[in-house]
């Protein structure tokens, strides 16, 4: 019995110190704000799930829920393209660069200057990437 009680006690210890938080939903949304009527296409993918290709218009969304994988290796990355703008390339959610930054809710705009993301700790929009980037 006293190996059994060790094993459940190394358990707990594992558990306990590991952080109950990384299963939590996350919603990721890429905003069109081109202006002009502008629509924009987005397609966005992790290793495991493809969105597929989505048509944005001017002035709106496309979002997605998640959970945060427990290993903290979790991506997202999209693919976006409008009239002067071909293919460019960004990280939709990085655990390593958003788990703190955007906690539950990793929100992005897609304007003429670039593509900017929404700091959840400060409630700012922040220029992430510039079109030439």
């Given at each position: 019995?006293?190996?059994?009680?060790?094993?459940?006690?190394?358990?707990?210890?594992?558990?306990?110190?590991?952080?109950?938080?990384?299963?939590?939903?996350?919603?990721?949304?890429?905003?069109?704000?081109?202006?002009?009527?502008?629509?924009?296409k987005?397609?966005c993918?992790?290793?495991?799930?493809?969105?597929?290709?989505?048509?944005?218009?001017?002035?709106?969304?496309?979002?997605?829920?998640?959970?945060?994988?427990?290993?903290?290796?979790?991506?997202?990355?999209?693919?976006?393209?409008?009239?002067?703008?071909?293919?460019?390339?960004?990280?939709?959610?990085?655990?390593?660069r958003?788990?703190?930054?955007?906690?539950?809710?990793?929100?992005?705009?897609?304007?003429?200057?670039?593509?900017?993301?929404?700091?959840?700790?400060?409630?700012?929009?922040?220029?992430?990437?510039?079109?030439?980037?």
């Open positions: 019995m006293h190996g059994a009680a060790s094993i459940v006690v190394l358990i707990l210890m594992v558990v306990s110190l590991s952080d109950p938080v990384v299963t939590e939903k996350v919603h990721a949304s890429v905003k069109n704000r081109l202006g002009s009527g502008r629509n924009m987005v397609h993918q992790s290793k495991d799930n493809d969105l597929g290709e989505q048509v944005v218009t001017d002035g709106s969304e496309f979002g997605w829920d998640f959970s945060v994988n427990a290993w903290g290796t979790t991506l997202f990355y999209c693919d976006t393209e409008w009239e002067k703008v071909q293919g460019y390339h960004f990280d939709a959610y990085s655990f390593e958003d788990y703190v930054r955007c906690e539950s809710q990793c929100a992005w705009l897609i304007s003429e200057e670039g593509i900017y993301a929404l700091n959840g700790i400060t409630g700012f929009w922040e220029f992430f990437y510039g079109w030439s980037d």
